[in-house]
């Protein structure tokens, strides 16, 4: 069973820069599509980033282009989401998550992912 563990979140400051990372065990991340979501406090879960099985492809949220990047390891069976130039409205949890389907990623939605960590919190101070 694919379990998935996020880490790397914490509080800074308007401008700067944190690194999630999601930790796959239990089964290989070869093949599924991955999934970054965050859902603030009175807000729906939204897409931030998605990436495909290959580390060739990548969609992201208008909000993030140009200051977060997802990549994948997949010899260490982890993703990642570099995240700069933060501001204080990304503040949320944040989530990963997986689908089967190597094709999935091109639609950045919660809604079809099947397997999702339990988020780690990001806050950024004006």
């Known amino acids: 069973q694919l379990q998935l563990v996020e880490s790397g979140g914490g509080l800074v400051q308007s401008g700067g820069s944190l690194r999630l990372s999601c930790a796959a065990s239990?089964?290989?991340?070869?093949?599924?599509?991955i999934g970054w979501f965050r859902q603030a406090p009175g807000k729906e879960r939204e897409g931030v980033s998605c990436?495909?099985?290959?580390?060739?492809?990548?969609k992201y949220v208008d909000s993030v282009k140009g200051r977060f990047t997802i990549s994948r390891d997949n010899t260490k069976n982890t993703v990642y989401l570099q995240m700069n130039s933060l501001k204080p409205e990304d503040t949320a949890v944040y989530y990963c998550?997986?689908?089967?389907?190597?094709?999935?990623?091109?639609?950045?939605?919660?809604?079809?992912?099947?397997?999702w960590g339990q988020g780690t919190q990001v806050t950024v101070s004006s």
């Open positions: 990436i495909s099985s290959s580390n060739d492809d990548s």
């Open positions: 998550a997986a689908h089967k389907s190597e094709l999935v990623f091109r639609l950045c939605v919660p809604g079809p992912y099947d397997y």
């Open positions: 239990g089964s290989t991340l070869d093949g599924l599509s």
